[in-house]
């Protein structure tokens, strides 16, 4: 008597969760069905605002790195640097400061498409490598 309870119990758990799967797909498949023409005129308005920002968002200097070094010998402490500050299109400029002993020189230069028409130095390339990966636009 105790066994055919037990195997009824799960049977009828099988057939619960049997039941909880084809409901939750078909909750999923409807959800997928939702026609944009269904939705209320406020939600649409939202989502064109979101997609504006997302297109603002990209012309954001927001890719940056720092790359510390030792500019020359004789100096230590990596007190010299440069930094890429980029959008997600790889415009924007680097910045770098040269710390010698008795001076500190900072040089601007600008950068389009992931380039400069300057020459950069191998630090510079490294600022602009790793904004560049961070942007999730590796080379």
Same mark, same amino acid.
Request: aromatic content about 6%; charged content about 20%; some cysteine.
């Given at each position: 008597?105790?066994?055919?309870?037990? =195997?009824?119990? =799960?049977?009828? #758990? @099988?057939?619960?969760?049997?039941? &909880? $799967?084809?409901?939750?797909?078909?909750?999923?498949? &409807?959800?997928?069905? @939702?026609?944009?023409?269904?939705?209320?005129?406020?939600?649409?308005?939202?989502?064109?605002? @979101? $997609?504006?920002? /997302?297109?603002?968002?990209?012309?954001?200097?927001?890719?940056?790195?720092?790359?510390?070094?030792? $500019?020359?010998?004789?100096?230590?402490?990596?007190?010299?640097?440069?930094?890429?500050?980029?959008?997600?299109?790889?415009?924007?400029?680097?910045?770098?400061? =040269?710390?010698? /002993?008795?001076?500190?020189?900072?040089?601007?230069? #600008?950068?389009?498409?992931?380039?400069?028409?300057?020459?950069? #130095?191998?630090?510079?390339?490294?600022?602009?490598?790793? $904004?560049? @990966?961070?942007?999730? #636009? &590796?080379?």
């Amino acid at each position: 008597m105790f066994g055919a309870l037990v =195997i009824l119990a =799960i049977l009828l #758990s @099988v057939a619960a969760l049997a039941l &909880a $799967a084809h409901l939750y797909r078909e909750l999923s498949a &409807a959800r997928r069905r @939702v026609d944009a023409s269904d939705l209320p005129p406020d939600v649409l308005a939202l989502r064109q605002e @979101v $997609a504006a920002l /997302r297109q603002e968002a990209g012309d954001a200097l927001r890719n940056l790195a720092v790359v510390r070094y030792d $500019a020359f010998g004789d100096t230590g402490g990596k007190l010299s640097w440069s930094t890429a500050l980029l959008d997600d299109h790889g415009n924007g400029l680097v910045l770098t400061c =040269i710390h010698g /002993r008795s001076d500190a020189r900072t040089y601007a230069k #600008s950068v389009t498409g992931w380039k400069c028409e300057q020459q950069l #130095s191998p630090e510079e390339l490294d600022a602009i490598a790793h $904004a560049r @990966v961070d942007a999730g #636009s &590796a080379p």
